[in-house]
């Protein structure tokens, strides 16, 4: 089981930056990677149908030999909370690892959280983030638009489209006086610069990719479920729409080209 792959599941493809992160951590564990491209985004629908888009993503992925399944996308593991969609394999969602690095950096108690609607309505974040920190000030901003941005390509740092959009939803964050604010999509890592530059060099950010790509290196480091192989791992990508359109997109998430091979698939 030690060779077994990590399974990796989005709506579509933010989970690349989990992805990005977990092969420099970890590379030389295997990657399988579902992004329900035919279906993006979910944070638009209700929680029922999220909840089935989930579970259907999730047999997916154990269809193949993995030892652990992390959910990147942050609407699936708003809905989901502290109850794993698998109990046979460890496995994670985004919002525990992201609350956790937040809580331990914030120095005035103040976090911002942003996030798609679905995110925003299940209130998770909030709910975590007390957990730890009962008396934390959250400002929480639903931001609908930024993942239509981030997968049509609307990523540069001077895009003006972009850059409007975002001055408007994170203008009550930074008014509120956050000086921590989590990504809580991993599509919101993509357009960090614009978000940094907007929020302010006081403001630390922090990514539910990078932080779930960190707890499963923890998590499997635990159960000794580490790989022992030598050799790098590889990467093997499964979409539910267009391959091209995957591989074409995917370079604004990995800044380089994907390595490893893209397959289309239905659930």
């Known amino acids: 089981m030690k060779n077994d792959a990590i399974g990796v599941f989005d709506s579509g493809m933010g989970g690349l930056t989990a992805v990005k992160e977990l092969n420099a951590l970890l590379p030389r564990e295997n990657i399988i990677y579902f992004g329900d491209t035919a279906r993006i985004p979910y944070g638009g ?82 709910q975590a983030i007390r957990k730890i920190l009962p008396d934390a000030e959250v400002t929480v901003q639903a931001c609908p638009l930024f993942v239509h941005l981030v997968e049509n390509g609307y990523t540069d740092f001077h895009n003006p489209v972009t850059r409007l959009v975002a001055e408007e939803y994170l203008a009550p964050v930074r008014r509120a006086g956050v000086d921590t604010l989590i990504l809580g999509c991993t599509h919101y890592p993509v357009i960090r610069d614009i978000i940094a530059d907007l929020m302010g060099s006081e403001v630390q950010l922090i990514s539910s990719g990078a932080e779930a790509a960190k707890y499963a290196r923890r998590c499997l480091e635990e159960r000794d479920l580490l790989t022992d192989r030598e050799t790098p791992g590889e990467n093997i990508y499964y979409v539910s729409d267009s391959t091209e359109m995957f591989i074409e997109n995917a370079g604004h998430f990995l800044h380089q080209n994907v390595v490893g091979k893209v397959f289309r698939c239905s659930l």
């Open 45 to 126: 629908r209700s929680q029922e149908t999220i909840m089935r888009y989930a579970k259907e993503d999730v047999a997916f992925l154990r269809k193949h030999a993995v030892k652990m399944i992390i959910a990147a996308c942050g609407t699936v593991s708003s809905i989901v909370g502290d109850r794993p969609l698998v109990t046979d394999l460890p496995f994670t969602g985004v919002v525990l690892p992201t609350v956790e690095a937040a809580c331990r950096l914030t120095k005035n108690g103040k976090i911002g959280v942003i996030g798609t609607a679905a995110t925003v309505r299940s209130g998770s974040y909030v």
